[in-house]
């Protein structure tokens, strides 16, 4: 299994740009979320699905969009880049099974993405 | 939301050295997480705690789960060149469904040899 996977890497985008950050999973967890990672801020959620079709907003949601065509797939879009979401982002997945277990999420290597 | 407080924010220490790290909160959590961090990785889950007063070990690392179910604590006994990262706390609040977890800012540890 490759896990999660995030691409790409790094990405440089000017204000006003908009990309989509992609990330897939092939575990078949059926929860899936993105983080973004600031310094001295730990980890915030910004949007999460619990299922294909199925998604909900996180802490810091705006300026982003998400959806969920696929178990494996979970895209986060950007619609018009701005300074302040120069940030590393992080999506993270886990198993739907029954019982707290539920709750291990396991995160892809990240996205660093710098805003001009 | 919740908030987690977690302290210190970092450590320098000999190797060798035991180390103990914690995190506390306003909210009673029903799961407790703990991550260590590399540099230019993703986080990567060391313990999972789903009891109050459970005490869990993975190797050298015990976590405890809080009988309050509002703080939790990771240590590190003989610590070694490879612990060195930032440790990160999480928790869940909610039984059931399915919102990501809260973090706490992290616990830059750095061993000196």
């Known amino acids: 299994n490759a896990g999660v996977t995030q691409t790409p890497k790094f990405q440089v985008l000017k204000t006003g740009q908009s990309m989509t950050l992609q990330c897939a999973q092939d575990m078949n967890h059926e929860y899936m979320s993105w983080y973004r990672q600031d310094p001295g801020m730990g980890l915030r959620l910004i949007h999460y699905?619990?299922?294909?079709?199925?998604?909900d907003q996180g802490e810091v949601p705006n300026g982003y969009n998400v959806s969920r065509s696929t178990t494996e797939d979970f895209p986060l879009r950007l619609l018009s880049a701005a300074p302040s979401q120069t940030s590393v982002y992080f999506c993270?997945?886990?198993?739907?099974?029954?019982?707290?277990?539920?709750?291990?999420?396991?995160f892809g290597p990240g996205t660093r993405l710098t805003v001009t | 939301g919740q908030q987690l407080n977690q302290s210190p924010q970092s450590m320098f220490i000999q190797e060798g050295e035991d180390v103990s790290m914690n995190c506390t909160s306003s909210s009673i959590f029903n799961t407790w997480l703990w991550y260590k961090q590399d540099p230019g990785e993703g986080p990567v889950l060391l313990i999972a705690?789903?009891?109050?007063?459970e005490l869990t070990s993975n190797g050298r690392l015990t976590a405890q789960f809080g009988i309050t179910r509002k703080d939790s604590f990771l240590n590190i006994s003989a610590s070694i060149p490879s612990d060195v990262g930032i440790y990160f706390c999480a928790g869940r609040a909610s039984r059931g469904g399915a919102d990501g977890l809260t973090f706490g800012k992290g616990t830059h540890l750095i061993i000196q040899p």
């Open positions: 699905s619990v299922g294909a079709g199925i998604t």
């Open positions: 705690l789903y009891k109050a007063g």
């Open positions: 993270a997945s886990s198993y739907r099974a029954r019982g707290p277990q539920a709750y291990e999420q396991y």
